[in-house]
Nanobody, 124 residues
């Protein structure tokens, strides 16, 4: 089993940037497909981005394409989400997720491992 701990959330002005980190412990990190979901107040959790085990394949939700970048460092057991040009509608709790399947997915139920989440607040 893998444990996930997110960090890097906070308050930022619209147009600003944040980098979220997710440190993983437990089984070999490189065996996991990793991703990020988010949940805004009053809304359901939604897919943000995912990255394959090697980092060679990435997938993004349409509204964050060109603004967010997911990456991973398998030597550091860490996945990142670089968020640029932030908008008020990006404000949410961001969750790091992991799965041992061999392909990336944008489906919440495909990820059995979840972190506790980190809050991102974007002021207008």
């Amino acid at each position: 089993q893998v444990q996930l701990v997110e960090s890097g959330g906070g308050l930022v002005q619209a147009g600003g940037s944040l980098r979220l980190s997710c440190a993983a412990s437990g089984r070999t990190f490189s065996q996991y497909v990793m991703g990020w979901f988010r949940q805004a107040p009053g809304k359901e959790r939604a897919f943000v981005a995912a990255i394959s085990r090697s980092g060679g394949t990435k997938n993004y939700e349409e509204s964050v394409k060109g603004r967010f970048t997911i990456s991973r460092d398998n030597a550091k057991n860490t996945v990142y989400l670089q968020m640029d040009s932030l908008k008020p509608e990006d404000a949410a709790v961001y969750y790091c997720v992991a799965a041992t399947r061999g392909y990336i997915s944008n489906i919440e139920n495909d990820y059995p491992y979840w972190g506790q989440g980190t809050q991102v607040t974007v002021s207008s």
